[in-house]
T-cell receptor, first 114, second 113 residues
Framework: DAGVIQSPRHEVTEMGQEVTLRCKPI?????LFWYRQTMMRGLELLIYFNNNVPIDDSGMPEDRFSAKMPNASFSTLKIQPSEPRDSAVYFC????????????FGPGTRLTVT | GNSVTQMEGPVTLSEEAFLTINCTYT??????LFWYVQYPGEGLQLLLKATKADDKGSNKGFEATYRKETTSFHLEKGSVQVSDSAVYFC????????????FGKGTKLTVNP
């Protein structure tokens, strides 16, 4: 069974450019999470969806960040315009809310903004 | 607020040594507690969990016991291997149905042969 798929795996962009990160959750999972990992702040939850609906976006840093989940098998995290301080590893995770709530993480996208 | 505090790393051990990584939490109510592991270049994987006081989670030789009186969930392993080298994250999930996890900063473990 395929795990959580993220693309691209690495992204290097210049300040001011738009960046779009993509995630395909595990088939059948109904919750999807976007995290950001940095040395300074550790692992932070940015937003999570349940049944394609955003449930908690309190971790989204500012208006430059937006996330969508148009259907159960696809989500995007967009940064526009990007800034050097957005450089981080962005993880997508999914889960099936049966009570176990184990979150399955993708391999991450390493974003570098120069 | 709700938070998780882990011991500062990095931790370096020799193979077959005993491992303890301390984790304490602050939360309202009775959270569920988790240990996740991140191997180099990969995403996090669930290692073990405990959902109520005095529960012991275990997997791959690792154990952790949910101690409500000390608000702790320390990770232990009796004999570490080189393949255990990774970053370990303690996390909590609040009761009440939210799926949000609050993670500690992570503790990097290196095991030398």
């Amino acid at each position: 069974d395929a795990g959580v798929i993220q693309s691209p795996r690495h992204e290097v962009t210049e300040m001011g450019q738009e960046v779009t990160l993509r995630c395909k959750p595990i088939s059948g999972h109904n919750s999807l999470f976007w995290y950001r990992q940095t040395m300074m702040r550790g692992l932070e939850l940015l937003i999570y969806f349940n049944n394609n609906v955003p449930i908690d976006d309190s971790g989204m840093p500012e208006d430059r960040f937006s996330a969508k989940m148009p259907n159960a098998s696809f989500s995007t995290l967009k940064i526009q315009p990007s800034e050097p301080r957005d450089s981080a590893v962005y993880f997508c995770a999914s889960s099936y809310g049966t009570g176990t709530y184990e979150q399955y993480f993708g391999p991450g996208t390493r974003l570098t903004v120069t | 607020g709700n938070s998780v505090t882990q011991m500062e790393g990095p931790v370096t051990l020799s193979e077959e040594a005993f491992l303890t990584i301390n984790c304490t939490y602050t939360a309202t109510g009775y959270p569920s507690l988790f240990w996740y592991v991140q191997y180099p270049g990969e995403g996090l994987q669930l290692l073990l969990k405990a959902t109520k006081a005095d529960d012991k989670g275990s997997n791959k030789g690792f154990e952790a016991t949910y101690r409500k009186e000390t608000t702790s969930f320390h990770l232990e392993k009796g004999s570490v291997q080189v393949s255990d080298s990774a970053v370990y994250f303690c996390a909590l999930r609040l009761q009440g149905g939210s799926e949000k996890l609050v993670f500690g900063k992570g503790t990097k473990l290196t095991v030398n042969p």
